[in-house]
């Protein structure tokens, strides 16, 4: 846990900028979706000014999201929403072999959740003894 929130100050700017990209790239996709229906509709809307741009602006977007994706994954971290900015980062507990969840704007990594379980499964940690005195 330790080493996680060490981590964190270099992890938050990419968080940030990860967020912000992918509501971009969500907003993008939208409009594209809506030209696009436009189209199906009536062709002519495929001669509108602006829609090649949005077109190239979506792609450079999702490269950066890519990007950063890329970069957190040669960090050991794993991106679990990118919206949100959620990321895991592996740890054991006990024996269990767990992620510990971290999401842009928590002070430190103060949550887990089991390897097949997603965002919303997460649980607060508690400081625990992993191993059990008599």
Known sequence: MEEADSLLSRVNPMLSNLSEFSVRQEMLEEQLEEIMEE?????????????????????????????IILDLGQMGIEVDDPTLGVVNFNSL?????????????????NHWH?????????????????????
């Not at 000014?49 to 999201?65: D, Y």
């Not at 072999?97 to 704007?105: A, D, K, M, P, Q």
């Not at 379980?117 to 003894?129: G, Q, T």
Request: glycine letters at 4%; aromatic letters at 8%.
């Open 39 to 67: 189209v199906r509709d009536d062709y002519r809307a495929a001669l509108k000014p602006g829609w090649e741009e949005l077109q190239l602006e979506l792609e450079k977007n999702i490269n950066h999201v890519n990007n």
């Open 93 to 109: 507990r006990g024996i269990e072999t767990v992620f510990l969840s971290y999401r842009l704007g928590e002070r430190n990594v």
């Open 114 to 134: 089991r390897l097949d379980e997603n965002y919303e499964c997460r649980r607060k940690m508690e400081r625990e003894l992993d191993i059990i005195t008599q």
